[in-house]
Structure formats: C-alpha cells, structure tokens
C-alpha cells in the first residue's frame, strides 16, 4: 500500500522558515516525480513545485519562487519543501503527491501537514 506521510509543519511568525519533509513506501520512490500543494481555507488547492525522478529537474509556482526550495533523497525516500521568508498568505495545509510523469495525475497524495504563518 501506497503511503506519503508528511511532517515539519507548525506554527511560524513572518519572515520565518520551516522545512516540511514527505516521506513515503509502497512504491519505488525513484520512479515518481515528486510534488507540493497547498490549500487554504476557503481556496482551491494549489501547486506549490515539483521534482522529477532523481532531481534533475524542479519546477517552482510563482507565488514560491525565491522563497521554497524543493529537494529530494531517493535513499531515504523522502522529498522535502524548504520553506523560507514566510508570509501569512502561506498559511494552509500542504500535501505531497507522486505521478509518474509530468504528463500524468498525482496518483498519490498525503494526509497534510498545517502550515500557520502569524503576523
């Protein structure tokens, strides 16, 4: 069975940093690209960034450019989300997700963890 289980949210002043970790099992970890999404209440989920099989390659939402840094660790299996220069808007649960290919849905997603920026 597919498993994502996402940690390192919590609650944060503006202007601060947190590092959110996905790590998954069930699945062979290096054949997946890698994504981040968020929802906030009230809003539509939104892509955050995204990585491909062994790192080659990220791809950055505007709102998160120069501020959120995807990586990975195809050995731990793991894919995180450096998250720096918080702003309350950031607030929202983000989730993890894996797909195949770029071309493809997320077939599979995480419970979320709970990002809380205060001003």
């Known amino acids: 069975q597919v498993q994502l289980v996402e940690s390192g949210g919590g609650l944060v002043q503006a202007g601060g940093s947190l590092r959110l970790s996905c790590a998954a099992s069930?699945?062979?970890?290096?054949?997946?690209?890698m994504g981040w999404f968020r929802q906030a209440p009230e809003k539509e989920r939104e892509f955050i960034a995204a990585?491909?099989?062994?790192?080659?390659?990220?791809y950055t939402a505007d709102s998160a450019k120069g501020r959120f840094t995807i990586s990975r660790d195809n050995a731990k299996n793991t894919v995180y989300l450096q998250m720096n220069s918080l702003k309350p808007e950031d607030t929202a649960v983000y989730y993890c997700?894996?797909?195949?290919?770029?071309?493809?849905?997320?077939?599979?997603w995480g419970q979320g963890t709970q990002v809380t920026v205060s001003s």
């Open positions: 990585i491909t099989w062994n790192g080659d390659s990220t």
């Open positions: 997700a894996a797909r195949r290919t770029i071309a493809t849905a997320y077939a599979h």
């Open positions: 069930g699945l062979t970890f290096s054949r997946y690209v």
